[in-house]
């Protein structure tokens, strides 16, 4: 066991460095200048150059590339060029809104996907199977700023049942940052669902037939049982992977949707960022996200321990 | 932790976020406001960026400003200077009893430091640096400008919110400033990157005695708090505006018009005209050289269809060769038959007497501003069909940024500007820009121009620097546009501008 975790974190470390380099690589790639943009329309080429000189912009690629990658490992992600602030700072700002977002949305999906897929299954070919299918079907396929401008267009400004956009002003409490967050959360929810219903719907098939569970209602189980303690318990495995890579996906920034509610989170940051070529904030945005995606699933992985007995490291 | 026990707990805690959830309560009497993103310095000395001069003007303040219609008016200074009788000294009495927001008061070595750093610092400081011989403090309130040679442009640029001299105080002056500390209506209270400014009013602030005009005259704090919010995408701050989230809104799209016109909440604010769309050309390297070719590319321009595609509706557009629109001091109407030609028989024959032998004629564009593109797409098939080859480059803004100080990689670029209260404040113009138009005779205009110190002859001078504009194809003004924004319903004290300001505007 402690093996095998020392094996996954020597793993996670290389995947980390290698999106860190790819990183580096194709952010200077990309043409574009961030000396040039920050001055405005009327600066010089001579000025961009000199705030070039000043960044730390000018210094030989292979120099900018291992100081970058020590001070990475040290934890010393750089300083932001436009904010002029340490990228961890920058990155810790953003945080608190993408991770309820996350987390709220994950709820969400959840709520709607797993009773849902577990009864389509249960009541396979029924009329509600076929409905609950179609619309997951259909809430995969609408790309969610057209969800998010629709449920911002009605329900929040012709409705006014919820903040349009934004994360609340300088004298918003928590519970008022948290109101900016349902709408948005909403929206991530249900486009988020599709999946896992999909899935719930597909483990749950499989396990049903099992003898098993035949065995559960011969003892005379009743079906709320047979369904949720050992169909369900074996059907977890699956369902358990796609919500932990939903989860990774949501951390790591719902770039539409925070764009479409001014969120100022990750997934904004990342946008403007490049926008902006804030290279020291893309890189570490990138390299946060990537850790987060390996740890998520790690965490996925020993989380199998607790579900199912059988599985061993 | 079974699975059903995790439901249970997601909803409930769902029911409780649901339950707390109340409509924020604002402070009464506070303007939120929605700018297109996050300013990229709270100095304005450092940028030209419009969205810097908009939020900064608040809280730093300038020798000089504008009046409603765009004269120099005084806002730190008492009255106009002093001009000597050959044009090169302009003494400067400061108002008494300023204070910094720091509390400390103004004096004259604070506005020399400032205006010294200005002039080392500032886009706009250093154009002007060579030309000026000395900054020195006289007494306690006064300063002395002394020029190298009679410059006319100069008060323009001290009262210039964009690239601006901004008065600060002595102990916080460096490469970077120690603290954003002003004189202006309002001091920064919170800077919360992304998500606001928050502004509170300054209460030892002086405003001036006069009647407001403008940007000038009596500043008179109306609001208490005033919060600058980074709104990126231009639907969303339609949205907040309509939803009555925010109390004004900048850089709307034009389709949002009538969503807005028909609202109870808000209403559209027209800013009639905002600027012009430029052809920026290539002087210095490449096919646009040559003088015929320019002129191929003039003669070939439909500017109607490209204001046309590029703005839609004629709401917010028109298609007007003067380089200032009507109503401007400096209209006239030099050159100007040479505007919107769209004849790509005479381009041929242009062509032909240059020799022109294929060479891709290369525009550079991009689509963060969608109505550069749309113009470029229209202008590239009228100047092929003038027998021009064109290849469009179109990149991101970042990357038009950084390509087109490089001679060597385009022929055109497409850019846009407000209108400038002097023209000598766009660099288009100067021979040292980064178009490199250096033609001699316009040269020696645009130095006649900016020596002239009565009004008339440079009126009559800038005419002559428009007729160049078009004879020898500097550049090319491809119509002016109007651009939207909107406010909260029945609010008042904002005047349309390219860089509002709200320190007499109140919502109801």
């Known amino acids: ?75 010393d992600l750089g300083t932001s060029i436009f904010f002029n602030q340490p990228v961890t700072r920058v990155l810790l700002a953003r945080a608190e809104p993408t991770v309820y977002l996350a987390l709220f949305s994950l709820i969400i999906a959840l709520i709607i996907a797993v009773p849902i897929g577990i009864y389509a299954a249960y009541r396979r070919g029924s009329w ?28 929040a400004t012709e409705l006014g049942w919820f903040p349009a956009a934004g994360y609340g002003g300088p004298d918003a409490d928590f519970w008022v940052r948290m109101g900016h967050l349902v709408l948005p959360s909403i929206v991530l929810g249900i486009v988020n669902s599709a999946l896992i219903l999909r899935f719930t719907r597909a483990s749950m098939l499989d396990v049903l037939g099992e003898d098993y569970v035949r065995t559960a209602r011969s003892k005379g189980m009743t079906e709320w049982r047979v369904v949720l303690r050992h169909a369900l318990k074996n059907a977890a495995i699956p369902i358990i992977t796609v919500i932990g890579l939903t989860f990774a996906l949501l951390v790591s920034g719902a770039v539409v949707t925070e764009r479409v509610f001014n969120i100022p989170g990750m997934g904004n940051l990342v946008v403007s960022a490049v926008l902006r070529r804030d290279y020291p ?21 020993l989380l199998y321990l607790l579900v199912d007995k059988r599985v061993r490291y | 932790m079974s699975i059903s026990r995790t439901w249970m707990t997601s909803a409930a805690a769902i029911a409780i976020g649901l339950s707390a959830y109340s409509v924020p309560a604002w402070a009464d009497n506070t303007l939120d406001v929605a700018i297109i993103g996050e300013a990229d310095t709270l100095d304005p000395m450092l940028s030209t960026k419009d969205v810097v001069s908009i939020v900064t003007q608040h809280f730093v303040e300038t020798l000089y400003t504008f009046d409603a219609n765009w004269n120099v008016a005084p806002l730190l200074a008492v009255d106009l200077p002093e001009i000597s009788d050959d044009g090169r000294t302009y003494r400067i009495a400061l108002r008494q009893g300023i204070t910094f927001h720091d509390g400390s008061s ?35 309130n006064t300063v002395e400008i002394r020029m190298t040679e009679p410059y006319s442009p100069l008060l323009s640029l001290l009262a ?10 002595e102990e916080v002056l460096g490469e970077a400033l120690s603290a954003i500390v002003g004189t202006g209506p309002y001091k920064i209270i919170e800077h919360v990157p992304d998500q606001y400014l928050q502004l509170g009013r300054f209460e030892g602030y002086q405003a001036r005695d006069e009647e407001p005009n403008g940007p000038a005259g009596g500043r008179l704090q109306l609001a208490d708090e005033i919060r600058f919010i980074p709104v990126p995408d231009p639907n969303t701050r339609v949205e907040g505006l309509l939803s009555g989230q925010y109390d004004f809104a900048d850089g709307l799209p034009a389709e949002s018009y009538a969503r807005i016109a028909e609202s109870e909440a808000a209403e559209p604010v027209l800013l009639r005209p905002f600027g ?15 003088l015929n070719v320019r002129k191929a590319l003039q003669a070939a321009l439909p500017h109607d269809d490209m204001m046309f595609a590029a703005f ?34 005479r381009a041929a024959e242009l062509l032909d007497a240059a020799g022109y032998e294929g060479t891709p004629l290369r525009i550079l564009t991009s689509r963060q501003y969608e109505f550069h593109f749309k113009m470029a797409e229209v202008a590239k098939m009228a100047l092929e069909a003038a027998g021009f080859a064109v290849q469009m480059d179109v990149v991101d803004w970042a990357t038009l940024g950084q390509r087109r100080n490089d001679p060597a990689l385009w022929d055109i670029y497409i850019t846009h500007s407000p209108f400038l209260p002097e023209p000598a404040l766009t660099s288009l113009y100067s021979a040292t820009s980064r178009l490199g138009w250096a033609e001699p005779d316009k040269e020696a205009t645009l130095a006649a121009f900016t020596t002239a110190t009565d009004q008339a002859e440079r009126e009559a001078l800038f005419a002559d620097l428009q007729k160049a504009v078009f004879e020898d194809v500097g550049f090319i003004k491809i119509g002016g546009f ?23 505007a109140k919502a109801e």
Do not use: C
Request: proline residues 6%; hydrophobic residues 50%.
């Open chain 1, 1 to 75: 066991m402690t093996r095998y975790i020392v094996q996954r974190m020597v793993g996670m470390l290389v995947v980390v460095l290698l999106v860190l380099t790819i990183a580096f690589v194709i952010v200077r790639l990309a043409p574009g200048d961030p000396a040039a943009l920050m001055l405005g329309p009327e600066a010089t080429p001579a000025e961009a150059a000199e705030l070039r000189e000043r960044l730390g912009l000018n210094e030989p690629i292979p120099i900018q590339y291992l100081s970058f990658v020590g001070n990475a490992l040290r934890g």
């Open chain 1, 128 to 155: 509600l199977d076929q409905t609950a299918i179609s619309t997951a079907m259909l809430a995969a396929s609408v790309p969610s700023f057209w969800t998010g401008l629709m449920f911002q267009r009605y329900l």
């Open chain 1, 281 to 301: 904030v893309i890189q570490g945005t990138l390299i946060v996200v990537a850790t987060l995606y390996v740890f998520i699933n790690l965490l996925t992985d």
């Open chain 2, 276 to 290: 012009w769309p430029i052809f920026a050309i290539n002087h210095k390297d490449g096919l646009l050289t040559d």
């Open chain 2, 106 to 140: 103004m004096d004259s070595a604070d506005v020399v430091a400032s205006l010294q750093r200005w002039t080392e610092m500032a886009s706009r400081g250093k154009a002007v640096a060579d030309r000026i011989e000395a900054i020195e403090a006289v007494d306690a």
């Open chain 2, 482 to 504: 109007n651009a939207l924004q909107g406010q909260r319903a029945g609010m008042t004290g904002v005047n349309p501008s390219p860089w509002p300001y709200f320190w007499n």
């Open chain 2, 312 to 345: 839609g509706d004629d709401n917010f557009f028109i298609v007007d060769a003067p380089m200032y629109p009507e109503g401007w001091t400096w209209r006239n109407d030099a050159g100007t038959e040479l505007y919107n030609q769209n004849d790509q028989a």
């Open chain 2, 160 to 169: 210039f919110s964009n690239s601006a001299a901004a008065i600060y105080p």
